[in-house]
């Protein structure tokens, strides 16, 4: 049972445009999400993150959008440059006797000159 | 500050061989630990955590074990590997925070 989506396995940009990355989520009782990104032989590393009293987060050209009603959290590039080219994973907190994230299955962007 | 250390950074091994992968934490006490595995073309899979030394949650059966004899070691083994063990394999640890630090991860190609 995935409970954290990432539905579309690849995306391509062209430099300079705005990068969207779609999640979607099944569990009422995740109330904190984040972002990670992820370069080829490497491990992922944090990007961006939103508690779930907010709809919007934002950190230079990444911004996280989080709509509770419809389980749906976005996260937007601008502008998409070459170096952001990478797999994004979505990740959902389910707090419980330790606090444990459930990723989605990765968006590989391609961001092109 | 706290670093992580994951090694080996790539291994091949015969199916029905053991396996040890082992990943150290500098920097910090106490940390919960986990292992994940990325298999080709899919997300990020939560294999174990451990809270405490000698702790050890299992989130899927499956082929592997993990063992934390220290604080801040944590080891992912087999006794004999599977064509199906293959994939990118990482550690990560938390404070109890919100957001996981992850190590390089290994890359496992049993053959």
């Known amino acids: 049972d995935q409970q954290v989506k990432q539905n579309s396995p690849s995306l391509s940009v062209q430099e300079g445009r705005i990068s969207i990355l779609n999640c979607d989520y099944t569990n009422s009782m995740f109330d904190y999400f984040l972002w990670y990104k992820k370069y080829p032989a490497e491990g992922p590393t944090f990007l961006i993150s939103?508690?779930?009293?907010?709809d919007k987060n934002e950190d230079g050209r990444f911004t996280v959008f989080l709509n509770k009603s419809a389980k749906h959290l976005s996260l937007h590039i601008v502008p998409s440059q070459p170096g952001d080219s990478a797999v994004y994973f979505c990740a959902a907190l389910l707090r419980g006797g330790y606090n444990k994230l459930i990723f989605g299955a990765g968006t590989r962007l391609a961001v092109h000159p | 500050s706290q670093t992580i250390h994951q090694w080996p950074a790539t291994l091949v091994q015969p199916v029905g061989s053991p396996l040890s992968l082992e990943c150290t934490v500098e920097g910090t006490s106490n940390p919960n630990l986990y292992w994940y595995r990325q298999a080709a073309g899919r997300g990020l899979q939560l294999l174990f955590y451990?809270?405490?030394?000698?702790?050890i949650s299992s989130e899927v059966p499956q082929n592997l074990s993990a063992s934390r004899p220290q604080d801040r070691q944590f080891i992912l083994s087999s006794k004999k590997l599977l064509l199906s063990d293959s994939g990118f394999y990482l550690c990560?640890?938390?404070?109890?925070?919100?957001?996981?630090?992850f190590g390089s991860g290994t890359r496992l190609t049993v053959v």
């Open positions: 990560a640890w938390t404070n109890g925070g919100y957001g996981y630090t």
């Open positions: 939103i508690s779930s009293i907010k």
């Open positions: 451990s809270v405490g030394i000698g702790q």
